[in-house]
């Protein structure tokens, strides 16, 4: 399940603890407007980031505010648990504020649990000097041994000492399906309409924390529909994501595959199937290009992806969905609707659905039902969605 939001992280920006980004100084509360107290319920954090998002989102009619967005997200993903919030706590006790027009350094790793590992590496460099000093006695080596302890812990040292990591920004023209680089395996896929509005590749959105339409289970409407017994024969989760929606029909006894363009997304949905024991395939996968799979199915899922592309992507992306659906099979496509309040960002339409999956595609709409989907962002009843019945002929 991918294609809700844009990529969390913003391209080019330095980032501190946590990827909460270095020019909001570090402090992850401050950003979603919380008091920094111990006691903060996940609630709050919750709340706090999904009435952020809402008004900054980069796909509302105003353009939003990508910035402060991403600004948002960065904090949400150190303050969503309990062990974060801690450690964000301790950091603003251990970093006192930066003066007005000066720009706040990095806290340390030093500052982040290594101590512990720190004073260890150091009492074992003192006793294993002392015991040289003691088993060489007057011997003119024994300088020589202390001397090379004391640089060995100097080099070790630097390590916890040395501010956190910053993962360099994803682009899009660096990413190719497979995972490689463009510089390693010639030109790659061509970005997708929403990977050139944010700046990166899809992959991206896993890098961070799970992604906003991540939920950690299935979607609901999935699970009806397949308690009904809508799948059946060999069944492809056209955007799987980590693979929940495509898990959960695996467990039912289905022969499933998912797909999805974004390889950490795909490794994260393959680690899941072998700690659940359930047997599913997931592969790496252009959604442009199914036809390279080499393979059919009787019933094919698309759970928030279509809605992602663009007018102009969207007859693309239903003729590669034609070539490998069996005539006879269905395709269900559940995507953020453009009917009630608190719709989604990328609203559809019925037409926009009657369009591009038309008789002339080799399509034949058969139904679309008002339903739900659930996100990170949106409370327990989801957004409007549209559940299109589609059948290829």
């Given amino acids: 399940m991918t294609g809700f939001f844009p990529p969390l992280s913003r391209p ?26 111990a006691d903060l319920a996940d609630d709050e954090v919750h709340a706090a980031w999904r009435r952020i998002a809402s008004a900054t989102h980069p796909d509302r009619e105003d353009g939003g505010d990508l910035p402060r967005f991403a600004e948002a997200a960065a904090a949400y993903t150190v303050l969503r648990t309990r062990s974060g919030r801690g450690e964000a706590l301790a950091d603003r006790h251990a970093t006192p504020p930066a003066a ?8 340390g790793r ?18 294993a000097a002392v015991g040289a000093v003691a088993a060489a006695g007057p011997h003119p080596a024994a300088p020589a041994l ?13 390590h916890d000492l040395a501010p956190a990591a910053v993962r360099p920004p994803v682009r899009w023209q660096d990413q190719l399906p497979g995972g490689g680089k463009m510089s390693e395996r010639g030109s790659g896929r061509e ?3 929403h990977e050139r509005r944010s700046g990166q590749p899809w992959d991206a959105s896993y890098h961070d924390g799970p992604a906003p339409w991540d939920t950690g289970h299935p979607q609901p409407a999935i699970v009806r529909l397949a308690a009904r017994g809508g799948f059946a024969g060999a069944v492809l989760d056209a955007g799987c994501g980590t693979g929940e929606n495509a898990l959960h029909l695996a467990a039912l006894g289905l022969a499933v595959t998912g797909v ?22 997931f592969s790496v996968a252009d959604a442009f290009r199914l036809d390279r799979l080499g393979r059919t199915f009787e019933t094919v899922l698309d759970c928030g992806l279509f809605h992602s592309f663009e007018g102009g992507e969207r007859p693309r992306y239903a003729a590669s969905l034609a070539s490998v659906t069996a005539h006879g099979g269905t395709l269900y ?13 990328h609203p559809v339409s019925q037409e926009d659905l009657r369009a591009a999956f038309s008789r ?19 409370d327990e009843n989801g957004a409007p969605a549209w559940l299109a019945t589609i059948k290829r002929i």
């Fill in 146 to 158: 202390v001397t090379g302890i004391v640089t060995w812990l100097l080099l070790t040292a630097r």
């Fill in 333 to 345: 496509v559940l995507c953020f609707s453009d009917d009630g309040p608190g719709t989604g960002p």
């Fill in 260 to 281: 999805d363009v974004a390889e950490t997304a795909v490794a994260m949905a393959q680690e899941k199937a072998r700690d659940r024991g359930v047997e599913a395939e």
């Fill in 360 to 378: 002339g595609n080799g399509w034949h709409v058969t139904a679309i039902e008002p339903d739900r989907v659930q996100t990170r962002y949106h």
């Fill in 100 to 107: 007005s027009g000066q720009a706040t350094r990095p806290t």
């Fill in 191 to 193: 970005p997708t309409s």
């Fill in 12 to 37: 080019g920006s330095q980032r501190g603890r946590g990827g909460v980004a270095a020019g909001t100084g570090g402090d992850p509360f401050r950003v979603l407007g919380l008091e920094p107290r």
């Fill in 110 to 127: 030093v500052m982040h649990g290594r101590p512990v590992r720190l004073a260890l590496r150091t009492l074992t460099a003192v006793a």
